[in-house]
């Protein structure tokens, strides 16, 4: 049972059967609109970043169409169409700033609710991780979906669970805003599955023993409470768990990532052991990691290749799993016949080009306006003449059919527009010996500290050698040595049962 897609959750989700997931456990993106396909600076609850991305245009519209279409068939639907369209008033009918964002915003998570609806079995549960910016209006969403029978009052709703902690931040005129909103939805009010967790009782808690008074010399009074310090009790749903900063050992490098410990915590109190739990936007698989170390099997859902790869190696360093042995992947391609669907299927024609540029190091580019690219990467490069340190960048475009000399005349033009140091144009099908010959004529670029000089415009046809052996590339693709950073290695799991065994040596 244990899954990773790639692609659109929204249309994966459509394809699964219903009832059939215990627990959903997500956090899905805020400041990262449809075009969630490369990293975006974590910024959650700044109203700027999220107007940047969110957008009340022709895929938000649709978005809203295709929901009151299903409307007159689905009451979920149904019952999400009404609660958009009373929000269509609180936000004014917007269509740019904070409120038009906002009603973009609920466009793109509203369906997606729905489906998690359909897919949890009665006695399932739902956590959804998110910001205090957006929070009310997405637990509106939810009571209007998962108490959509009940008119009389709301039975699904658990917890709004504050997770609190702390980091570093500069002056504000504010309160530093130092939590985000976790809303606990159970599928069914008797059914649902609820472990209690517990936590320590405070150091002065009359529950905790007999107090003892003491006067001091100095005339004040010490009170200390005695007894039994193991008794813990029902635990709150504030939750103080640290932050993950950037020196902690679980960091991976991804901007959003989250402690395994707040996830753990989710799938402790609301799954047992052999359950299944899913996370439709599971990132660098925080979910996915603490689903696996607790015995339970799962699900996870992206649509950027630059989480899935964070995944595949974090799975295998805490766990020594390896994909399409241990896991499945779908929607990732493994051979040429798999990259051949993926070019085939106009949906997920973007999801090969994103892969493409991935393995060449790049992040992926918006998928329409790129500016005839659809990889960006940069680099520091020293200036010998001025001494100095300038951040240098690196494109790539994808094609897919047979390449054209004036694709590559176009590909030189943006490089050159673009101010790019090199660019490497990627294929399915073999370049010519024209194309070679314009790119040596573009000359090179010098790394100074390396003395090494590198291609201006580069090639790579995508064959099945690259997935006998993905290394191969090192030696097509010549880039400064640092252009790739080495990847930050998790902490390996261990077993209750290992940790016995290491104790006893």
């Not at 999400?80 to 038009?100: E, F, I, P, R």
């Not at 001494?387 to 390449?403: H, N, S």
């Not at 670029?445 to 064959?463: A, C, R, V």
Request: one cysteine or more; glycine letters at 6%; aromatic letters at 10%.
């Amino acid at each position: 049972m244990n899954k990773l897609y790639f692609g659109d959750n929204l249309t994966i989700m459509r394809e699964m059967e219903d009832g059939f997931v215990d627990l959903i456990a997500t956090d899905p993106p805020f400041n990262s609109g449809r075009n969630y396909n490369a990293f975006f600076t974590e910024s959650k609850a700044q109203s700027k970043a999220f107007t940047d991305i969110w957008q009340w245009d022709t895929v938000a519209q649709d978005a809203r169409t295709d929901i009151a279409q299903r409307a007159q068939a689905s009451d979920t639907y149904k019952a999400l169409d009404t609660c958009l369209k009373g929000y269509d008033l609180v936000l004014q009918n917007a269509v740019s700033g904070n409120k038009g964002a906002m009603r973009a915003y609920l466009a793109f998570m509203g369906p997606r609710l729905a489906e998690m609806h359909r897919l949890l079995r009665d006695t399932g549960s739902i956590y959804l991780h998110c910001d205090p910016t957006a929070s009310h209006y997405l637990k509106g969403v939810m009571d209007a979906i998962w108490d959509q029978k009940n008119r009389k009052k709301n039975e699904h709703f658990r917890n709004e669970i504050v997770w609190s902690y702390q980091r570093w931040t500069g002056a504000t005129k504010h309160f530093q805003r130092m939590h985000d909103i976790i809303l606990f939805y159970g599928q069914d009010n008797k059914l649902s599955k609820f472990n209690m967790l517990t936590e320590p009782y405070s150091e002065k808690s009359k529950h905790k023993g007999k107090r003892h008074t003491t006067f001091l010399d100095d005339g004040s009074i010490e009170q200390v409470y005695t007894g039994d310090s193991s008794r813990e009790k029902a635990m709150r749903d504030v939750w103080e768990i640290s932050y993950l900063n950037s020196q902690d050992k679980e960091r991976l490098g991804y901007p959003t990532q989250k402690p395994l410990a707040l996830y753990e915590r989710m799938i402790k109190a609301s799954s047992n052991e052999g359950n299944l739990v899913m996370d439709p936007f599971c990132g660098c698989g925080t979910t996915i990691d603490a689903a696996h170390t607790l015995n339970r099997h799962w699900i996870g859902i992206d649509l950027t290749v630059i989480s899935l790869d964070p995944i595949g190696y974090r799975m295998y360093d805490r766990h020594g799993l390896l994909p399409h042995k241990d896991f499945d992947i779908d929607g990732y391609p493994t051979n040429m016949q798999e990259v051949h669907k993926l070019v085939r299927d106009e949906k997920k024609y973007h999801d090969f080009s994103n892969w493409a540029v991935t393995r060449v190091g790049l992040k992926p580019t918006a998928n329409v306006g790129d500016g005839g690219k659809d990889g960006v990467g940069h680099f520091m490069l020293w200036e010998p003449d001025s001494d100095t340190e300038t951040e240098r960048r690196i494109i790539a475009e994808v094609k897919t059919g047979k390449p054209t000399i004036a694709q590559v005349r176009a590909f030189r033009d943006v490089i050159n527009s673009q101010n790019a140091v090199a660019g490497i144009f990627i294929t399915l099908e073999p370049v010519t010996a024209g194309m070679r010959q314009l790119a040596a004529d573009m000359g090179t670029f010098k790394h100074t500290e390396s003395g090494n000089s590198y291609p201006k415009l580069q090639f790579w046809q995508i064959d099945d050698a690259y997935f006998d052996n993905p290394d191969t590339l090192k030696q097509i693709i010549r880039l400064p040595r640092q252009w790739i950073q080495p990847r930050k290695k998790s902490e390996r799991h261990s077993t209750a049962q290992q940790i016995m065994l290491l104790t006893d040596n």
